[in-house]
């Protein structure tokens, strides 16, 4: 079974410009949650999306969206782009997001 | 709220030494599930095991062993005979019933193990 995969893998973008990254989760997992990690923060939860729904959410500003789509696949949105944004931003996927989640290779996203 | 602790930020070891790492989570829950994933250079998260509340046996896979205790708030993982291939960056996680499929990650041990 093909694993989670991400796209882009890097990318530069510049303050205040928005930018939206994508999710193909394990084939047959309903949950997409997708996760922050900078060197300070650590790993932090943004939000999780589950057949459509987002079904729970982090302490994130509202300038970090996301949504999945029937297929399953996720995209998360951040508009309006500061330096703080510059991370790696994970997905995991899931078959009900109780159970382990498998993460994929990441997008890492530095804001000039 | 949950939170999980790893106090050892950095280890390092040489080839074929065995070492542990250390977890302590907190949480109010009755039920809740512990996870340990390695982050390889790469920057992918890689699930190693999963481990539920109301199951404290501990649990081995190959040169794995993982030590779970209640009393302690403790799951700790112990790798024996380490290789080079070890060296990562190890996060244990915590998730709880209240909180749905939320994650809460500890801050990562670095573990190197030189030749």
């Known amino acids: 079974k093909a694993g989670v995969t991400q796209t882009p893998r890097y990318l530069i973008k510049t303050r205040g410009q928005q930018v939206t990254l994508s999710c193909s989760p394990i084939?047959?997992?309903?949950?997409v949650s997708w996760y922050q990690q900078t060197p300070g923060q650590g790993l932090q939860f943004l939000f999780e999306?589950?057949?459509?729904?987002?079904?729970n959410k982090g302490n994130f500003p509202g300038r970090f969206s996301g949504r999945q789509f029937s297929n399953s696949r996720s995209e998360m949105n951040v508009s309006t782009l500061e330096l703080g944004d510059s991370a790696l931003y994970l997905c995991a996927s899931s078959l009900t997001g109780i159970v382990e989640q498998y993460f994929g290779p990441g997008t890492r996203l530095t804001v000039t | 709220a949950q939170k999980v602790t790893q106090a050892q930020t950095e280890i390092s070891v040489v080839e074929k030494e065995d070492v542990t790492l250390d977890c302590v989570y907190e949480?109010?829950?009755?039920?809740?599930?512990l996870f340990w994933y390695k982050q390889p250079p790469s920057g992918e998260l890689v699930f190693l095991i999963r481990r539920n509340s109301f199951d404290e046996q501990n649990e081995i896979s190959g040169r794995y062993s993982w030590n779970f205790q209640k009393s302690t708030s403790s799951f700790n993982f112990t790798i024996t005979a380490s290789q080079v291939v070890d060296s990562a960056v190890y996060f244990c996680a915590l998730s709880a019933e209240t909180s749905g499929s939320r994650l809460t990650f500890g801050e990562g041990t670095q573990l190197t193990v030189n030749p």
């Open positions: 999306y589950f057949s459509e729904t987002q079904r």
């Open positions: 949480t109010r829950d009755t039920t809740y599930y």
């Open positions: 084939s047959g997992h309903r949950s």
